[in-house]
């Protein structure tokens, strides 16, 4: 059964900082998502990789995916206020369409 | 840009009762999907649905859940006899292809009383 983790569940960070957060998961997989919620919204697409090696940017965010050793990050830059959501990434196994969720990490950016 | 659609936003309803909660996936789209959140948690897959059938679910959709496309635009969830734990999040997503991204409604929060 395919597991995803996240860590950490909980980052609280200054504004102008940089930090990683990290997703592992346990079975090899063809597609890797990271997705942003806000409190009581939906779940907005922020990149798709698909391939070792993939990276992928948009403004302060970063995503990169390691196949080999089954992890990928998102790497925050220069953090803003408006930055604050939680980060989720879900993946989805081989000759599977579901995707399987991370537990979420929690970003608050201090002002 | 096209999005999808569920409605209602929130559905209050005791212990029991029966819950249909509505989606409106992109036109194109040929692959449909439940998922839900209990608050504070991961999004769980429960189902997904191509041809009008079920193609997957997950050990949470047990008897108690059933889907639906019964016209063409619709997809729904319903919940037969809602319990307690049945309260989170419900998000509808649709896809054209199974390996393309899934796009996400904007979910329907239930409560149940």
């Known amino acids: 059964e395919l597991k995803v983790e996240q860590n950490p569940l909980f980052l609280s960070m200054q504004e102008g900082k940089n930090y990683t957060i990290y997703c592992n998961y346990s079975?090899?997989?063809?597609?890797l998502y990271w997705y942003r919620q806000d409190p009581g919204k939906s779940l907005e697409s922020l990149f798709v990789l698909l391939s070792n090696g993939a990276v992928k940017q948009e403004g302060r965010l970063m995503a990169s995916l390691d196949t080999k050793a089954r992890l990928s990050t998102l790497h925050i830059t220069a953090a803003v206020h408006d930055l604050s959501a939680t980060y989720f990434c879900?993946?989805?196994?081989?000759?599977?369409?579901?995707?399987?969720f991370g537990t979420g990490t929690r970003l608050t950016i201090i002002p | 840009e096209p999005e999808v659609t569920q409605t209602p936003s929130h559905q209050v309803t005791q212990m029991g009762q029966e819950v249909i909660l509505r989606c409106v996936p992109i036109s194109n789209h040929l692959y449909f999907y439940w998922y839900r959140q209990i608050l504070g948690q991961k999004v769980e897959f429960l189902v997904s649905f191509y041809n009008n059938e079920i193609s997957e679910k997950s050990e949470i959709f047990d008897d108690q859940f059933s889907v639906e496309r019964p016209d063409g635009s619709n997809f729904t969830l319903k919940i037969r006899s809602t319990k307690l734990e049945d309260s989170a999040m419900y998000f509808c997503?649709?896809?054209?292809?199974?390996?393309?991204?899934?796009?996400f409604g904007p979910g329907t929060r239930l409560t149940v009383l």
């Open positions: 879900a993946v989805v196994n081989f000759g599977n369409e579901k995707l399987t």
């Open positions: 079975t090899t997989s063809d597609r």
């Open positions: 997503a649709s896809t054209t292809d199974r390996n393309n991204e899934q796009f």
